[in-house]
């Protein structure tokens, strides 16, 4: 397996369930099954640790994968893949400075691998190094073989908003789901710029597709949509999405959000019931006192005329 790590404040705080599938699987899971027969014990070995190493980062073992990996790498130096996935491994311990080290030496074996220099433009872009990351996203954009470019134009895209490019960000949010159409982080920045600018329509659409594929597990984009379809005036289709949220994820601190707007929508309606009788109740008395003044001139007796 081949990583890629997807950066930026915004999956780290708001999507740390889609930071674990942020990483692109590729080699070993290909892998044949009469592969092992065919390697040498000393390839053997490599592989094996490279592959418990690289289980170990999917599933946030980050020592483990670390010890694993530098085996694999202590065996057999000259494999891209095996540097690529020990420098996620440093970062992740963060050792910023020896993830960068393994990672350009995976560069410096394999020119091509699109997956080290993704994850090293993500890193840069993380410590702010724009300039660098958007160079090394650019170069992978070339790589017209390559099948993850939806990150990276999603990447590309999350630094465009850093710069305040937003159209631009917006086009490439847009190409990262043209490309992957279940690629949620896209979907879910583009309804916070939808919702930004007051196009709740769109937001909402954007939010219900974000709460779509991997980030199913996450409750932001359900509350995001719920938040949206509160400014569309949609307020039961709003309360069906909250409470929605309360049996996904009962513990999550957009449950608590989700109660409270649950119960401001719930106060509101009643206001607006009572505001709505309280009217009924006066239109009912002008009614009476229109229909009394009426009565009172119908029946008052006619002045005689003097001439």
Sequence with gaps: MSFIWTPGQTLEKL??????????????????????????????????????????????????????????????????????????????????????????RSIEIDPKNSDAKNNLASINFYEGNYQRAEKLYLEVTKDLEYPKQFRVYYNLGLLDLKKNRVNKAISLFKKAVKENKSYCPAHFEL????????????????????????????????????????SLGEYGAALIKFEEILEKFPESPQAKLATRQIQTIKINKLRSNEKQALQYQLNKIERKMIKNRQKEKSDRPAESLTF
């Design 191 to 230: 309804g916070q710029i939808s919702f930004s600018n007051h196009d709740y329509g769109k937001a909402a659409i954007s939010f219900e597709n974000a709460s779509l594929g991997t980030c199913a597990a996450n409750p932001l984009p359900y509350y995001q949509h719920a938040l949206s379809l509160v």
């Design 15 to 104: 999507f740390k369930v889609f930071l674990i599938t942020a990483f692109a699987v590729s080699c070993a899971s290909t892998r044949g099954p009469n592969d092992f027969v065919e390697m040498s014990p000393i390839k053997k070995k490599a592989e094996l640790y490279y592959d418990y190493g690289t289980n170990a980062l999917v599933g946030q073992e980050y020592t483990k994968a670390l010890t694993n990996l530098l085996k694999a790498v202590e065996i057999i130096d000259e494999d891209s893949r095996y540097h690529n996935n020990l420098g996620m491994a440093y970062y992740f311990k963060k050792d910023s400075k020896n993830a960068v080290k393994h990672l350009e």
